[in-house]
C-alpha cells in the first residue's frame, strides 16, 4: 500500500527566505522517498539590516516578511501541505528585536517562527540525505555558508566528530571592514586545521544557494564534484566582473551576484587549509532537513 505525505518547510535566512513543499512517498518495506514539489525563494535580506545596520529588523523588512509568510500559507494550502515548520537563522537570532518580531510575526500570520542556532541548524541538515556521501571510511567537511554564519560539521569514517558555527556569512563579510573579516578567516583556518591534520583522503561537502549555483555553472553531472582547481579558475572569473557584468552576462539574481564572491572565498579557503582537492555538492539545505525531521518526528 502507498501513502503520501506532503509537508512544508520555511527557512527565513539572512539573504533570503525559502519554502519548500515536498512528498513523502510511503512504500511497504521501503524507505521513504522525499520529493520536491515546489520551492519558492523570497530576496529579502535581514543580514544587511542586523549585521551593519542598527542590529534590529526594520519595520519593512517585517511587513516583507508578514506578506511573503501569508503568501506561502496560500501555497501550502492549495497545495494540501498537512504540516510545516519555520526555522530562522542567524539574522533574527542576533536582531536585537528577533523575539519581538517572532512575536508579532506570530499574531498576524499564525506561523510560529523557531530561532535556532547554529548546531542546531547543521544537525537539521545533517540529517538529510548526506549520509549517502559519508559512509565509508573517507573523511568529509560540511560547509554550510548563509547569509550571517557559515557551519563546520567534520565526518569521519560516517561519524561526527567535531562541529562548529563561526560568524562568516557572505552578508556579514561583504559588510565588514577588513579588518574584522580578517581575524574571522584566522580563527576559521586556526579550527579547521587543527581539527583535520590528522585526517586523511578528506573532501568538501558543500551546501548553500552559492555553491548550488557554482555547481550548475560548472556543467557537472549530478554527484560528481568540482575540483579546487576548477574553484579558483571560478572565483578569479568572477572576481573580474562586475556586479552588472555578474548579473548581465551570467544571469545571475542581483542579491546573488554580489554574495557569491565571498560564499566562492570560503568555500575554496575550507578546501585549501584542510588540503581537500575536491568538493561535493548535494542538493540539501535546511530546508530539506526540516522536511525529514518533521517525517521523522525530531522537530
Not at 77 to 106: L, P
Not at 123 to 149: C, H, K, M, P, R
Amino acid at each position: 500500500m502507498l501513502e503520501i505525505k506532503k509537508y512544508g518547510a520555511i527557512d527565513i535566512g539572512s539573504n533570503a527566505i525559502r519554502l519548500l513543499i515536498a512528498n513523502v512517498i510511503i512504500a511497504e518495506d521501503k524507505e521513504p522517498q522525499f520529493k520536491k514539489s515546489s520551492l519558492v525563494r523570497v530576496p529579502i535580506r535581514l543580514g544587511a539590516e542586523v549585521f551593519v545596520g542598527q542590529g534590529m529588523i526594520s519595520e519593512d523588512s517585517i511587513q516583507r516578511l508578514i506578506d511573503a509568510l501569508n503568501a506561502f500559507e496560500l501555497l501550502m494550502k492549495t497545495h494540501h501541505v498537512e504540516r510545516f515548520k519555520a526555522c530562522a537563522t542567524s539574522a533574527m537570532r542576533e536582531a536585537r528585536n528577533g523575539e519581538e518580531v517572532v512575536q508579532e510575526i506570530f499574531k498576524k500570520t499564525g506561523v510560529q517562527i523557531d530561532i535556532i542556532g547554529g548546531k542546531k541548524e547543521a544537525a537539521i541538515i545533517s540529517s538529510t540525505d548526506l549520509n549517502e556521501l559519508i559512509e565509508g571510511d573517507n573523511s568529509y567537511l560540511y560547509v554550510d555558508v548563509g547569509g550571517g554564519s557559515t557551519e563546520f560539521t567534520l565526518f569521519s569514517k560516517g561519524k561526527i566528530i567535531q562541529s562548529k558555527s563561526f560568524k562568516m556569512g557572505t552578508v556579514r563579510l561583504l559588510n565588514n571592514k577588513k579588518l574584522v573579516n580578517k581575524e574571522i578567516f584566522a580563527d576559521v583556518e586556526k579550527w579547521i586545521k587543527k581539527n583535520t591534520k590528522d585526517l586523511k583522503r578528506i573532501s568538501l561537502i558543500g551546501s548553500g544557494g552559492n555553491i548550488n549555483k557554482l555547481f550548475k555553472m560548472s556543467g557537472r553531472t549530478e554527484g560528481k564534484p568540482i575540483s579546487y582547481i576548477y574553484l579558483s579558475a571560478q572565483y578569479q572569473f568572477l572576481k573580474r566582473m562586475s556586479f552588472e557584468e555578474r548579473i548581465s552576462e551570467l544571469s545571475l539574481n542581483p542579491d546573488r551576484a554580489d554574495v557569491i564572491i565571498p560564499a566562492t572565498k570560503i568555500y575554496l579557503s575550507a578546501m585549501k587549509w584542510s588540503n581537500a582537492r575536491k568538493i561535493y555538492v548535494p542538493k540539501i539545505g535546511l530546508v530539506d532537513g526540516i522536511i525529514k525531521s518533521l517525517h521523522f518526528n525530531k522537530l
